[in-house]
């Protein structure tokens, strides 16, 4: 790999043995305005002391993984966090110690751990997203126009599919797209949300927002948002055939954040598509 000059931005990964990981690696290794400076990887990673760049499949770094996440973010001028919840609400407490910009895009915490990003977001700029994908900001944005558009005569179906591997369910893009539906109609999410449906459940309720999930094979991400009513229904869809879109819009946000004073902010913020 050519040399990185001093003045690209140090982007740091933890969690980098995954396949998000890699993913990111190979891609901040391949922009000219970004530097691959550390990754780190639970305790018993079988990938502690590999080189970074050989484990990401493009040639010898002289980085190595390192177990201690507190390096990366002391080197990094940014971090990139695809890990578990409670290891990327440890990480967000370890931005705002050193300094360093976050761009966590991990899924499924909760209220206690949410609540560890928030308040690291007082000290340093962080990027929270359940979806790094231009796409798929494009479709919460559509989502919530749509909704607010639509009468109450729609109904809100969402149906996701990922792979086998996907421990949460529903993922957070499916719920940050019901969480649009319900900003769009001006009520509160976890008042209509229906995330399970078995057996004899009665009718459908007026006005909930439903959630379908699916699993199995590799299926990086798919997402569709189902307004129906009688007679006519409205699909938007989003099919993600390759994890390389989610590491392109996390390097994009890893970019904009630079400068950012400290705050939590979206792709929305990233890709301009605020109101």
């Known amino acids: 790999m050519a040399s990185k000059k001093m003045t690209e931005l140090k982007v740091g990964i933890t969690g980098c043995a995954g396949r998000m990981g890699r993913a990111l690696m190979r891609q901040v290794a391949e922009h000219e305005k970004c530097a691959l400076v550390g990754g780190s990887e639970r305790e018993d990673s079988d990938a502690i002391g590999l080189d970074l760049g050989e484990l990401a499949g493009f040639g010898t770094l002289g980085l190595t993984v390192t177990k201690d996440p507190r390096h990366v973010f002391e080197v990094a001028d940014v971090v990139l966090d695809f890990t578990s919840p409670a290891a990327m609400a440890h990480h967000a407490e370890l931005a705002a110690a050193e300094g360093a910009g976050l761009v966590a895009g991990t899924t499924g915490l909760e209220p206690d751990q949410e609540a560890m990003i928030v308040a690291a977001a007082s000290k340093t700029a ?90 199995g094979g590799n299926v990086a991400g798919e997402h569709s948002v189902i307004f129906a009513a009688d007679n006519e229904r409205i699909e938007l869809s989003h099919k993600a055939t390759d994890r390389t879109i989610f590491a392109r819009g996390a390097l994009t946000a890893a970019l904009w954040l630079q400068g950012k004073p400290p705050g939590l902010y979206s792709m929305a913020d990233v890709l301009g598509l605020g109101d």
């Open 126 to 215: 962080i990027v929270r997203a359940a979806n790094m994908s231009v796409g798929i900001n494009l479709l919460l944005a559509l989502t919530q126009r749509v909704a607010a558009t639509l009468g109450s005569d729609f109904d809100i179906e969402i149906l996701e599919m990922h792979h086998r591997h996907k421990v949460d369910a529903p993922s957070g893009t499916a719920l940050a797209l019901g969480r649009a539906g319900a900003a769009g109609r001006g009520v509160s999410h976890d008042d209509v949300a229906d995330r399970g449906r078995d057996g004899i459940t009665g009718e459908r309720r007026p006005g909930d927002i439903g959630y379908a999930v699916l699993r």
